[in-house]
């Protein structure tokens, strides 16, 4: 059954191939045996693996986003719209995959989180240092948001180079700047290293766009990076009820406030003058 004529057989009658040289094209390929074996939960509950396993599935979702809209802001800069929308649109995908995948931990009760919450000390995804690859790319930059990742040097400088780079949405005004829109000047010379606050001047160019042809490119974009603030905005509400569910109004293990804190963070706008604009149009 081994040898390899019997294999070519087997194969040439329909039958996937059964043997390879060293490790399958597949392990080569997806590193599975790599990423199946990374889980490594810290009590015996049987409900933490479905936590942890959670917890990195949405680390390999941020990533993908951080793939993306980082593919999205390079061809913003070189106005090439087409690259730069498949890849935005790609990313509603993703991140509605990355919202659905709340499912398993949502509903927790508060004993069930209590069977390994202690186990966990003071980890948090406060921590997650992908996640702030994701905000930094939205705009909301924090250079004090690098600290926690001191001790490790790749994520610090991976961290450190993110925030010095310009946004996704610093990308798209420029764009519109390109497009002979009227973005102020003191947005396109901001420090980018800054939080992105809204402008009026912004908010101006938004309406424009949206009061003109209702087919136009511009239209488009504005409108899947309104379907990504909208995502984000679910995925922050999403991640609020389920920590309401499962720890009420407990101090949060990565030392803020917990449920009241996140509340504020939820708050947030993303591409905030996408979402003023249309109360003038
Ligand atoms: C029931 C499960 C969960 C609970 C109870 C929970 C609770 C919390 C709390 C209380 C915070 C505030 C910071 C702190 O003091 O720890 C926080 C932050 C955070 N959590 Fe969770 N969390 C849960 C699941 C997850 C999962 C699966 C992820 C995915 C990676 C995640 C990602 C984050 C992120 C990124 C922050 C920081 C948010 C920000 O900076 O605005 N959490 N979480």
Do not use: C
């Not at 509605?96 to 398993?104: C, E, H, K, V």
């Not at 309104?226 to 949060?252: P, Q």
């Amino acid at each position: 059954m081994n040898d390899p004529d019997t294999v070519a057989a087997d194969s040439a009658q329909g039958i996937p191939t059964l043997e390879f040289e060293g490790t399958t094209p597949y392990e080569d390929y997806v590193h599975a045996s790599v990423l199946t074996h990374l889980q490594q939960p810290y009590s015996d509950d049987p409900g933490e693996m479905a936590f942890l396993v959670t917890t990195q599935v949405m680390e390999l979702w941020f990533t993908l986003l951080v793939h993306e809209w980082r593919t999205a802001r390079d061809a913003l800069y070189k106005d090439d719209t087409e690259r730069a929308m498949d890849a935005l649109r790609r990313s509603l995908t993703s991140h509605q995959a990355l919202n659905d995948s709340w499912r398993p931990i949502a509903a927790l009760t508060p004993v069930q989180f209590n069977a390994y919450r202690t186990a966990l000390g003071e980890a948090s995804g406060f921590q997650s240092a992908m996640y702030r690859q994701v905000e930094f790319l939205l705009g909301d930059k924090s250079l004090s948001l690098l600290q926690p990742h001191k001790g490790h040097p790749r994520v610090h400088a991976e961290l450190a180079a993110a925030l010095a780079e310009p946004s996704l949405y610093d990308a798209v005004l420029e764009h519109l700047h390109r497009q002979g829109l009227p973005v102020p000047q003191e947005v396109l010379h901001r420090d980018v290293t800054q939080r992105y606050t809204a402008h009026p001047g912004v908010e101006e160019v938004w309406r424009q766009v949206y009061a003109g042809p209702q087919h136009s490119p511009l239209v488009a974009l504005g409108e899947v990076l309104t379907d990504i603030g909208e995502l984000v905005w679910r995925w922050r509400s999403d991640h609020l009820l389920a920590t309401r569910r499962a720890m009420g109004a407990k101090a949060g293990s990565g030392g803020s406030p917990g449920v009241a804190w996140l509340e504020k963070r939820a708050t947030r706008s993303v591409f905030p003058e996408l979402w003023t604009a249309r109360s003038h149009v």
